[in-house]
């Protein structure tokens, strides 16, 4: 078992692209990302459009180690003040297979 830090994201569909440019260029090249979450917050009701599926919130989610986040933590910082969404950062432990 190791000790990892996790960094969810939730964003609007229409910047998922933008979120995997920022941590790829960053040294992020593993994640995973949820479509078309619902949910209730401080913006009312949320889910996607049923015919553009533009205007749904997206859930990304990446284990990373904490000098990787102490790196990084400014570029989504400045992400999240410029396009929105929500960041939630969490101390995990990862047990993988051998």
């Known amino acids: 078992m190791r000790k990892m830090t ?7 569909a229409v910047y998922i692209k933008r979120v995997i440019e920022l941590l790829a ?16 917050g401080t913006h009312g009701l949320r889910s996607a ?12 989610f990446t284990l990373i180690t904490d000098e ?12 999240i003040k410029r396009f ?4 939630f950062i969490s101390d995990v432990s990862v ?4």
């Open 84 to 87: 929105g969404g929500k960041c």
């Open 25 to 40: 260029n960053d040294g992020v090249e593993h994640y995973t990302i949820i479509e078309d979450i619902k949910g209730c």
């Open 68 to 79: 990787k986040f102490n790196e990084i933590e400014k570029d989504i910082a400045n992400f």
């Open 6 to 12: 996790k960094v969810e994201l939730i964003v609007e």
């Open 49 to 60: 459009d049923d015919v553009t599926e533009i205007s749904g919130n997206v859930y990304f």
């Open 95 to 98: 047990l993988e297979h051998e």
